[in-house]
């Protein structure tokens, strides 16, 4: 069985059986690792246009690789050091102005790949010299920090199983379809074991599921109301039903989520307009209703995509590239921006060369968050410095 179908196996049996809200049943309680620190991770998927994104709008080469999409100097928002932010992303401007958004520039990895699915793979295992790894490094993380399995220490609110939370054992689930979850469905996995032992691992995945189904039942219960209206948009309501579990003090330690659309090869400057609005009115909204609950402090929300897009445009959009800022939200962090501008005159085959490897903001991601060592799950790139 090859990964990917084997993640579509096991996200039709978890991202079908745990479910928000209806799954709600009594099950067995499940204690929790311990600790008040939780992460969310939100992955942009396609490859976001960074130089879009987070623009270097006093660079002339800006606009002059990009005739046909490059934003105009006077839409770009909260300009500082000679990059600002895409108009659509009005309260990310906000965000660091409060001091509680950083941005990190020019992430990425050495050796770059271009493919989707490999370079996805490669941020969600996060391996030393871009070996095959089986297991996820947030699933690594979750392996070692949990006593027996725990299923709920880590949530994946999508449509699949995420690489990035798989581990040796299920100690994260994923929440998905509100109408398939009913009691029955749940009994009919506990089969006997078979020779099959990839089988026989979704069904010990799907047997879990209804482990942490009380926690996550006296969470909901527990969290205060909102004072923040939510978009009627998939992210929003993912990262809304995420807020709710922090504030009902589930204590997950890693929450996972997604927006997909960002391969923008035609018509991207529509497009991206569209899905930077949706991830900014999403994102500013959680991070409202986190701060309101004075939970913000111990939230970090981590926003990221497999890769940038290259300098130049196509006429209509750009193709696949290379290194792009990525986002650090809440946590304590300094709010502010860390690494150079990027730079359009030394570029790897058309392309921006990367500056911090990703697997350094893991590092202090995990040991300043999680209180975790990294080196313990094949991380060795030191913490990135000025985060936190």
Known sequence: MNRRNFLALTGTFTGGTLILPQFLHAFGTQQLVTGNECVIFIQLNGGNDGLNTYIPYQDELYYHHRPAIG?????????????????????????????????????????????????????????????????????????????????????????????????????????????????????????????????????????????????????????TPSEVSYPKTGLAKNLEWIAKLIKGNLNSKVYYTSLGGFDTHDNQLAIHQNKLSELNDAIFSCYSDLKKAQVLQNTTIVVFSEFGRRVKDNGKGTDHGTAAPLFVIGGDTKGNVIGKNPNLTDLDEGDLKYQID???????????????????????????????
Request: proline fraction near 5%; hydrophobic fraction near 35%; charge should be neutral.
């Open 71 to 223: 934003i105009p100097k006077q839409n770009v928002i909260a300009g500082n050091n000679g990059m600002g932010f895409h108009p659509a992303l009005k309260d990310f401007a906000k965000m660091q102005q409060n001091g509680d958004l950083t941005v990190i520039q020019n992430v990425g990895y050495a050796n770059p790949v271009r493919s989707h699915f490999r370079s996805q793979e490669i941020w969600q295992t996060a391996p030393t010299n871009q070996e095959y790894l089986s297991q996820g490094w947030l699933g690594r993380y979750l392996d070692l920090q949990c006593n027996d399995h725990q299923p709920t220490a880590g949530i994946n609110i999508d449509t699949i199983d995420t690489l990035a939370l798989k581990g040796e054992d299920p100690n994260s689930i994923t929440v998905k379809d509100p109408n398939r979850f009913n009691s029955r469905n749940a009994a009919e996995t506990k089969d006997q074991l078979s020779n099959n032992p990839q089988l026989d691992f979704v069904r010990k995945i799907a047997n879990s599921v209804t482990e942490g189904a009380d926690a996550i039942q006296d969470a909901l219960k527990k969290s």
């Open 358 to 388: 990703f697997r350094s903001v893991y590092s202090s991601l995990l040991q300043q968050k999680l209180a975790f060592d990294p080196t313990k799950i094949g991380i060795k790139n030191s913490p990135l410095q000025g985060l936190f």
